[in-house]
């Protein structure tokens, strides 16, 4: 990865879409080169996906809810993240230090369906504990940090 790289995930974070002849004119690179070094972060694994952000508001999801979890155990850690895996509405979980084990984030229609859900997980085996938060309003949602330059 040089600064070269850096700008061309600068670009394609701003809009995965757009053709490698905008991000040449961007970053003065010629496409062929933008593009080699597109396919070059992609097999290395730098570029993992490309994926859309939809308002969840019009798709109905007007709920979102972030949950922490306690195990009793860690020996429940693989049956907790397999259920976890299963569920559509819990769109993401990270595995913590502190006073939790886990932090889920839950999109959801209605109260109905999060406390269908909030019952599911508080019933699966292991689970000690859990604190829900609702979300009144999203601030920012970064998805990837990218460095100004090369370090």
Known sequence: MDAVDYKILRCLKE???????????????????VIERIRKMEASGIIQNY????DQK???????AIME???EHPRYYDSFAAMIQENKNIVSCYYLTGDYDF?????TDSSDSLELIHRQIKSTEGVSAT?????????????????DEAE
């Open 69 to 71: 979890v306690s195990l």
């Open 51 to 54: 994926t859309v952000l939809v």
């Open 58 to 64: 019009q798709l109905g999801n007007g709920m979102t």
């Open 131 to 147: 604190k829900t938060h609702f979300v009144l309003k999203n601030v920012k949602a970064d998805l990837s940090v990218i460095p």
């Open 15 to 33: 809009n995965a879409r757009q053709k490698a002849s905008a991000i040449s004119d961007a970053i003065g690179l010629s496409v062929s080169a």
């Open 103 to 107: 932090i889920l984030k839950i999109i």
